[in-house]
């Protein structure tokens, strides 16, 4: 059974910043494509930034510059350094696991998905 446990969520200023981590569990790891997606209150869920599992990043417009995604295939986790934190970046943010040859900025792509971490950020 895949499971996908986030953490490093919180509340922060605008201007601050947080680091995201998600844990995979269930699934070899190394050849998967992670993600990381957030969804506002009556919002879509939107794609934030995702990793090929040949290490290449991908990110939305709204966060480049600012975020940072990586992987450690020997821990089995995603990380997601968030910096110049914005109040519109508020949302719950979700780990998304798929296949080597996953679309990493589509959703529907991706075949596991973990609860998501509230990240709050206040102006």
């Known amino acids: 059974q895949v499971q996908l446990v986030e953490s490093g969520g919180g509340l922060v200023q605008a201007g601050g910043s947080l680091r995201l981590s998600c844990v995979a569990s269930g699934r070899t790891f190394s050849s998967a494509a992670m993600g990381w997606f957030r969804q506002a209150p009556g919002k879509e869920r939107e794609f934030v930034a995702g990793?090929?599992?040949?290490?290449?990043?991908y990110y939305a417009e709204s966060v480049k510059g600012r975020f940072t995604i990586s992987r450690d295939n020997a821990k089995n986790t995603v990380y997601l350094q968030m910096n110049s934190l914005k109040p519109e970046d508020t949302a719950v943010y979700l780990c998304?696991?798929?296949?080597?040859?996953?679309?990493?900025?589509?959703?529907?792509?991706?075949?596991?998905w973990g609860q998501g971490t509230q990240v709050t950020v206040s102006s």
């Open positions: 990793i090929s599992w040949r290490n290449r990043p």
């Open positions: 998304a696991a798929g296949g080597p040859t996953t679309v990493v900025v589509d959703a529907v792509d991706y075949d596991d």
